[in-house]
């Protein structure tokens, strides 16, 4: 099982980037993939959700982000539009054990994490 998270780079506020997180050894669509990030000195947390068609996403990037999934390409995707300097992370993609939609902010439930994408919103 691995996950490559890519697309991450230096964007000016405004900006968009899209994020990749490509899967191996295991069928994307069996399974939830989240979206975590982390600043510098503050403590990774969740940013997106999918799950058998379900989306779900932390409130300071709801209607900014949008997570979506190509079960051909087994590869989940965040693009991330509206950039601000808040938004400023590693960013990483992990795939979820079996869990309650609303727990899926719950980093112990996803087993399997890619190994971060830095993103950068700066002038």
């Known amino acids: 099982v691995q996950l490559q998270a890519s697309g991450g780079g230096l964007v000016q506020p405004g900006g968009s980037l899209r994020l990749s997180c490509a899967a191996s050894?295991?069928?994307?669509?069996?399974?939830?993939i989240g979206w975590f990030r982390q600043a510098p000195g503050k403590e990774r947390e969740g940013v997106s959700f999918?799950?058998?068609?379900?989306?779900f996403y932390a409130s300071s990037v709801k209607d900014r982000f949008t997570i979506s999934r190509d079960n051909a390409k087994n590869t989940v995707y965040l693009q991330m539009n509206s950039l601000k300097p808040e938004d400023t992370a590693v960013y990483y993609c992990?795939?979820?054990?079996?869990?309650?939609?609303?727990?899926?902010?719950?980093?112990?439930?996803?087993?399997?994490w890619g190994q971060g994408t830095q993103v950068t919103v700066s002038n």
């Open positions: 050894g295991f069928a994307l669509d069996d399974y939830g």
């Open positions: 999918i799950n058998v068609g379900r989306k």
């Open positions: 992990a795939r979820a054990s079996r869990l309650p939609f609303s727990l899926w902010r719950v980093q112990t439930y996803y087993a399997y």
